[in-house]
């Protein structure tokens, strides 16, 4: 059965976009990361959401503009959004985040359902859903953007560290979710 991980990379003072969706700031702040490497093997579709998926793209001036992980992942993607584009080989447009978690589920199989944007993150957590999460922190702070996760009025989620490790240009922190 697949996990659902929301794996990102969030600069220091929690953003994981710069405002209006800017991810330019995390092109000097790409390399090598091992946990990352480790873990696109693992990763068996994603739940992507639309922002997500339209959005800037931190590779845009390389050759591995608009490919998952840089280029390093290939698979199914589903993308939630109200308003679906057609069909592209691999990536299939689903209404709604449950109905996108159960066909990334099935084509996971015991894999990992990797979450791509806040809102989707959000949305799954809400729906009792999302199982971990994988925060890369990158030494930059960004002042205003789009947060980890925003829950107008807060909510509490009790978190289980699973592991930590460094790279020079980031600390990689994995937690489980508790509740």
């Known amino acids: 059965m697949a996990k659902i991980l929301y794996s990102v990379s969030m600069s220091l003072d929690g953003y994981i976009a ?5 991810m330019s700031w995390l092109t000097d702040h790409l390399g090598p990361n091992p946990l990352v490497g480790e873990l696109i093997g693992d ?23 608009g ?11 589903y993308v939630v959004t109200h308003h679906p584009a057609a069909d592209s080989p691999g990536v299939f447009f689903v209404p709604d985040v449950l109905t996108g978690l159960a066909a990334a589920e099935a084509a996971a199989g015991d894999g ?14 809400e729906a009792g859903r999302l199982d971990e999460v994988l ?17 107008p009025g807060g909510r509490t989620v009790q978190l289980e560290r699973v592991h930590h490790s460094a790279v020079p240009q980031a600390t990689n922190l994995w937690f489980k979710i508790l509740s």
């Open 18 to 22: 710069g405002p209006g969706g800017d």
């Open 135 to 151: 925060t890369i922190v990158v030494p930059v702070l960004l002042g205003d953007g789009t947060p980890l996760f925003h829950y």
């Open 112 to 125: 990992y359902v990797n979450v791509l944007g806040a809102d989707i993150a959000r949305q799954c957590l």
């Open 43 to 65: 990763v068996g579709a994603l739940l992507v959401g639309a922002t997500t998926y339209r959005g800037d793209d931190p590779h845009k001036n390389d050759e591995n503009a």
């Open 67 to 77: 490919k998952a992980f840089g280029g390093g992942w290939d698979g199914p993607q």
